[in-house]
């Protein structure tokens, strides 16, 4: 069998949990055939993965004698920029930030909005797309749950507009804020694209993406239709110790989206009547994290009754929180700002 065969059969090995190949993925560096031996290099960060695609590549090489090598990646911590030549469907926006996280319900929105918010009173000009198409929760957050879907002259999206950004989310298109989206992935990722091709924008400074938690085909189709420039993690301690968030960093190297880094939310809890720091989940975990797979912790905020208050209510912290509220985004807007 020719090179060119041992390929075709690789391009019909999908990377475990998504529907794209490690060809496409271009995660099949090098193919040796020496007679009835094949040597296959793969470049691959998840080494939780190893085993199990080690089996695919085996499996659709059966008859031959096979041996796969996993070349370790380049180790760097941030590869800006150096995604591979993806489509760039969002040319109106300079800078694209995807904030994303292993699972829900750890602050992934919170920090979206706080981020998006935190960098147009720097004077950037900011929009907000609420890609989470399972759990849009952007709009309440914003006060702009009541919006409804509007197109102009042009025939293009109005994105919401409130405290200085554009915002869109397909929580905008159902009758009702709290109508449940029942979407297959592909009908969410065509909802998506949409909005990053028919919403009138105008030019972006920055354009920040809540992404749905973990990995998949929503995260794989941001990551080749847009040229991201940063990806930021949310992560909350308890998460750290079931190792989900590795996942998800792991996965975006392996993918090619760079890490800008990590947050580390609800890190330690306020009391509000006293103001007491209760470390309930020890220290350093974020830091740890960030160390291990080499990716910078761009902060760690609390647990406390103020943000969780204010979010719910639209008061997004950042401009209407007290001033310890307001610094802890700040400080990551900062950092974020420092690495595009
Ligand atoms: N640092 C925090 N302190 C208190 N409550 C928070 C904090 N961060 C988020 N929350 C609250 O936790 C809930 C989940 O946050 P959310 O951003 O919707 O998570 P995700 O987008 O990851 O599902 C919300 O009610 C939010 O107000
Ligand atoms: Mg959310």
């Known amino acids: 069998m020719s090179k060119a065969q041992i390929e075709k059969r690789l391009k019909k090995i999908t990377y475990p949990g998504l529907d794209k190949s490690l060809v496409t993925l271009k995660i099949v560096k090098d193919i040796q055939v020496r007679g009835k031996s094949v040597k296959i290099t793969l470049s691959m960060a998840n080494e939780e993965l190893f085993g199990e695609v080690e089996k695919r590549v085996k499996d659709a090489l059966g008859e031959y004698e096979t041996e796969v090598v996993f070349a370790a990646q380049k180790q760097k911590s941030t590869n800006y920029g150096s995604t591979q030549n993806p489509n760039n469907r ?19 929105s919170t920090v979206a909005v706080n981020l998006a918010v935190g960098l147009a009173q720097e004077g950037k000009k900011v929009g907000l797309l609420d890609a989470d198409v399972y759990g849009p929760s952007v709009p309440r957050m914003m006060q702009l749950e ?39 992935s592909s009908v969410a990722v065509s909802a998506l694209i949409q909005f990053l091709d028919d919403v009138d924008w105008g030019q972006l400074d920055i354009l920040v993406i809540d992404m749905p938690p973990g990995t998949g085909d929503v995260q794989l189709t941001m990551a080749q239709e847009l040229n991201l420039s940063a990806a930021v993690v949310v992560t909350t301690p308890q998460q750290i110790s079931v190792d989900d968030v590795s996942r998800s960093v792991m996965m975006f190297k392996d993918i090619h989206v ?21 470390d309930i989940f020890g220290t350093e975990g974020g830091r740890a994290i960030a160390e291990k797979y080499g990716v910078d912790l761009l902060g760690a905020i609390p647990l406390t009754m103020d943000i969780r208050r204010h979010s719910d209510e639209g008061k997004v912290p950042v401009a209407f929180g007290n001033d310890e509220e307001k610094g802890y985004y700040k400080a990551i807007v900062e950092k974020l700002l420092a690495a595009l």
């Open 258 to 278: 760079p890490i800008a880094g990590i947050v580390e939310n609800m890190s330690y809890f306020i009391a509000p009547d006293t103001g007491k720091q209760y």
């Open 90 to 108: 969002a040319k109106y926006a300079k800078k694209i930030v995807a904030v994303s996280s292993g699972k829900g319900g750890v602050g992934k």
């Open 146 to 184: 009541h919006e409804k879907l509007r197109w102009n002259e042009k025939d293009k999206i109005v994105p919401a507009e409130n405290f200085g950004i554009k915002m869109m989310s397909v929580g905008l298109t159902t009758p009702q804020p709290d109508t449940p989206l029942v979407w297959r």
